[in-house]
């Protein structure tokens, strides 16, 4: 056996995949069994077993746990095995190549670096050699080795090997993945596995295992900038932990970031571990770490800490390459749970632009639905704005899944940003947050004085429905409970900060009311705001202004209607505002906006 | 110190564990006191920064080596763990024992010890120990892998995963089993217990009579192997050079036991 080269106590994953009944479970028995790698006994034990049942013993069954996959002789679900060679260690992991399991597949290749692609000499390429193919280039696996198997049933001949080798090479080259070689091998005899075959003198190239060998390790995400997303906050001691792991560039004490989507910025104060000596200062890309700041600003799961100058996307829109794998099609305007990183938002598919044929590349007729085991290109909208990157620029960060009731169902890439509606105000207050000069007095401390976080109660609906009777009966209620409240009316900056402004500039005029909620709420109150000026729209822009202040939309009519979206609280028909009132302080309540009581030490809903 | 692997895989077992907490408000982990779930334990302490925020169950068979019980409540009292104990009194009054079958043994005290508790206190997450290389059907686990009402594992219908998004959401009334050591091998938990200076059960060591657990489990169904290993360093020497399976000292894998066993929900 040759040796090959490899860095001392280096890991690789690798994953098998191709067309079933090509043989890559019988590639990897092979393997393991022609470089003594199988437990003592193993293989005698599986040969028992056979000879009892009275069938042909297969490399196959060495993996194929399942009885059920014996009996079928087919592999249903990826095994992760473990393989050493010349001081390189790897987890191979056998994907199963029918139809039936793409998604098992799916769930072996995406956590690979580097992919065996097995196609059958007498069958040639098939539907799955084509789909695995676009599938590892789409989870981004960009080093592959095409093995060319039953190498023994077409005699051996270079004709045959070369004619699928020229074939696949233009497939692939379609993908813009260039597989870095091509082997001829016969697993069930051993021909090129381990050892170089005396069948096919034409072939000058590596073994299979050789093959192995010649793989790079990826090269760490530490160079690039800083993607840390928030997975969770703990305060089991006096500390307060933002914990997760770090996606990309690295973290040290005394970094200034900023967290997306909400624009909130703050120091690393430390670097928390348990039983690490001497305590860190930094983590880089990779690890599961914990940090502390030096201001307790208020962030959630979900959010990317970034620096400053490198800071992700933000958007509620985006163009992306999915594969779905759903029991269910996926549907244009039906909700589904988008979860990239740690954030989970929900979302509807807006454009289903084409479906993408794995077998030839080709677009097909536009539709509504991509069916199980399709690949589409979409327009997707989620509910929430949420941070994000290309997935060209940052893997980790540009790529989500898409879980369908209780199951993730669906997987893609982000291709492009689509501007919205808000993308302009959105940007606009992410500057200003980011620019923000801050006195030393936190949100912290004006909520632990308050007694109550700073909220903007939005109060919509159409003429005389009582939008502003009710207002001034919230705001008067609030304060009376000792809570700092203020009245906000749009009439109120017409002859004064809008004085310079023709009235038809509606635009302006809510990207102002914005901005003069926005200050109210820095100082720490619950603004109540109505007017009849706006409409649907301008709520929504005046949200991105506010963005991430907790906002409770309250709807008012004179009969039923359909409120606009994002509304909380409806009230159709006749009114009494004390009950109202009373109920959107409730509300308050459960958005953990107001402490429960007040006191000297108030108890909030939420870790401020 | 710690190779890079293996904080890889401490990397990836603490991200398993954060989203675990995060997830399920009910949430428990199983401790054997075996070198696995001790490490698992550890990790545990890793993840949360010296807390363990959920109980730590033990499904006592009532044939457990002594020395085990011993070790287990030195260590839950020092690390503040809370502790609970579950154990399948009906079967054992009804007489429930090795001689009536290995299998049937199994599945009465510890599967059914441990669906009764999870039954009893309604957990939604158990958090388990098991590693692909242990035997055949482990290899094929998910990370987060549900079982139904009954406790039982679909195979066939296992949930796709990938780029770390796991099965957090699922039906009333059943349960997901989560693995963090799912990508770790024997010699990774041995080098990982010596790189940490894990307080490891002594069972695993030679004493001067040349024999050594690698596997524990029921004191009826595992039997010592010949071994002069006395330190953990001579352990990760021997298992460098040793083609025998780890679990060739465990009688429930004869067969098809494991996957019969596995796939009615035992761990």
Redo the contacts between chains.
Sequence with gaps: MKTASAKA???LNIVIVGHVDHGKSTLLGRLYADT?S?????LDKVRDICRQQGKEFEYAFL?D????EQEQGIT???????FTWQDR?Y?IIDAPGHKEFL??M??GA??AEAALLVIDAQEGIKEQSKKHGYLLSL?GIRQVAVVVNKMDLVGYRQDVFEAIEKEYREFLSQLKVTPERFVPVSAKLGDNIANKSANMPWYGGTTVLDSLGLFRKETSREQQPLRFPV??V?K??A?R?I???IAAGRVKVGDRLVFSPSNKSALVKTV????VEPVPTEATA???T?ITLDEQIFIE?GEIASREDSAPLVSTTFRCNLFW?GRHPLEAGKKYLL?LATREVECEVAIIHRIIDASDLASRETRTIVGRNEVAELTIRTKAPIAFDLYSDSE?TG?F?L?D?????G?GIMTEMVTDEHTVLREEARQRDIAWVKGDVGADDRARHFGHRAALVLITGGRHTGKSFLARRLEGQLVADGRHSYLLDGANLRRGLDADMAEEDTKETVRRFGEVARLLIDTGLIVVSTTNAFGGADHQAIRTLVHPTPVIAVHMSKAEEAPPPNTDLAFPGPKDYEAIAAQIIAELKTRGVLAEALGAKPQFHYSI | MM?S?L??L???S??IF??A??HFDNLAMLWSMGKDSTVLLWLA???????V?FPLLHIDTSYKIPAMIEYRDRFAREWRLELVIGQNKEALAKGMNPTLGRVECCTALKTNGLKNLIAEKGYQGIILGVR??E???R??E?YFSPRDKHGDWD??E??????D???T???EGTHIRIHPL??W?EINIWEYIRA?SIPIIDLYFDKGEGTRYRSLGCAPCTTPIKSTARTVDEIIEELRKT???ERSGRAQDEG?GM?LLRKDGYM
Excluded: C
């Design positions: 106590t280096e890991h003594n199988l437990p003592e006994g193993k993996f746990a399942f009885l059920e249903i679900d990826t095994a992760r095995t473990f260690h987890i998604k098992n799916i769930s995406a956590r989870l997975q969770d703990y089991f001691d500390r932990v914990a997760g792991r928390e571990a348990f039983n990779g690890q599961s914990g799961r794998m979860r980790v790529r899944v879980v009731q209780y199951d993730v169902s997987g | 190779n692997h904080r890889q401490e990397d990836q603490v991200y954060r989203e907490y995060k302490r890793k993840a949360f920064f010296g807390h925020p692909a290389d035997e055949g059907t290899a094929k998910r195979f066939r296992q949930p796709p995963e990938l780029w998004q796991f099965k959401t699922f039906p799912l990508d091998t940490e083609t025998v399976a098809r996957e």
